[in-house]
């Protein structure tokens, strides 16, 4: 069992950056493969950015360039670094985590998900 515990979200003015966290409960954190998807209002969640227990990393077309994940096994931690941000950022952000050692884009894949931080990005 894995618990995922997100933070770093608020609000932020268009250009803006912000990190979001992810701290992972359990001693195999470094076996999962580690992902942001997001959640606007009214729309599907998506996926930001994944990465795998090897050190694969996937972007989304609108996180790229703008967007960086990154984790740290050492502190159990996955991080998604945000830059230029705009107010289609808006949204809540979930970390997730899959037992599998590559990532998926599929939200069907994640075996856990943290509760969300909200991002919200003012004109």
């Known amino acids: 069992q894995v618990q995922l515990v997100e933070s770093g979200g608020g609000l932020v003015q268009a250009g803006g950056s912000l990190r979001l966290s992810c701290a992972a409960s359990?001693?195999?954190?470094?076996?999962?493969?580690m992902a942001w998807f997001r959640q606007a209002p009214g729309k599907e969640r998506e996926l930001v950015a994944a990465?795998?227990?090897?050190?694969?990393?996937y972007s989304a077309d609108f996180a790229r360039g703008r967007f960086s994940i990154s984790r740290d096994n050492a502190k159990n931690t996955v991080y998604l670094q945000m830059n230029g941000l705009n107010p289609e950022d808006t949204a809540v952000y979930y970390c997730?985590?899959?037992?599998?050692?590559?990532?998926?884009?599929?939200?069907?894949?994640?075996?856990?998900w943290g509760q969300g931080t909200q991002v919200t990005v003012s004109s």
């Open positions: 997730a985590a899959s037992i599998s050692t590559y990532y998926s884009r599929a939200l069907k894949d994640y075996d856990y």
């Open positions: 359990g001693r195999t954190f470094s076996s999962y493969a």
């Open positions: 990465l795998s227990r090897g050190g694969s990393r």
